[in-house]
């Protein structure tokens, strides 16, 4: 089992980094908190690795920070959360504030996340919530406003809202919401406002 990754990065799309080590390229899940932090092709990276392994596939999800991971390790306890999932939940919100958002049991929150209804975010709640005291909260997100984003960012944007689950229009009509309400440019500000409007 993989449970750490070092190598040098060969290419790297929203929630999914291509990482040579050793000679061998592996093909990482990760979600939007790790992606918008990693570092240029060709340099050197390091993530806590997940291995998934199950009949139909061999997959491997990736994390900067053990918290991440650990948040990741538990969400995929809890019944209709598979990593797929838990890696959507993980980039919808960040770690601090998902944790806040299920210890508190504010349902609402959790159920802006694409791919997470009501029963879901309910689940999460009753399953998880003493068993974050590990992780520290964070405060209540905040609302950013900056500059309108560049299309490049943009792209990147409506590729990880697509991985996701949203179909192509509501994606894209959430980022020209997103950056109507005046978005940041940076890819995770911009992407963390377009999911607001994804419903």
Known sequence: MIAY?????????????????????????VPVSTFARLPDGGSEVRLHIYTHHSDAAFALYGFLTKEEKAVFERLITVSGIGPRLAVSILSGLQTPDLVA???????????????????TAERMVVELRDKLDDIAPGAAIEEEKAPAALSE???????????????????????????????????????????EYVR
């Open 5 to 29: 990754l070092r190598g040098a990065i060969l290419s790297k799309s929203p929630n999914q980094v291509i990482v040579e080590a050793g000679g061998v390229g592996y093909d990482v899940t």
């Open 101 to 119: 958002a299920i210890r508190g049991g504010t349902v609402a929150h959790l159920t802006r996340i694409p791919g997470v209804g009501k029963k």
């Open 153 to 195: 960012v943009e792209q990147d944007v409506l590729s990880a809202l697509i991985n996701l689950g949203c179909n192509r229009a509501a994606a894209g009509k959430a980022i020209r919401k997103a950056r109507a309400a005046g978005a940041p440019e940076e890819f995770e500000l911009l992407f963390r406002k377009a999911m």
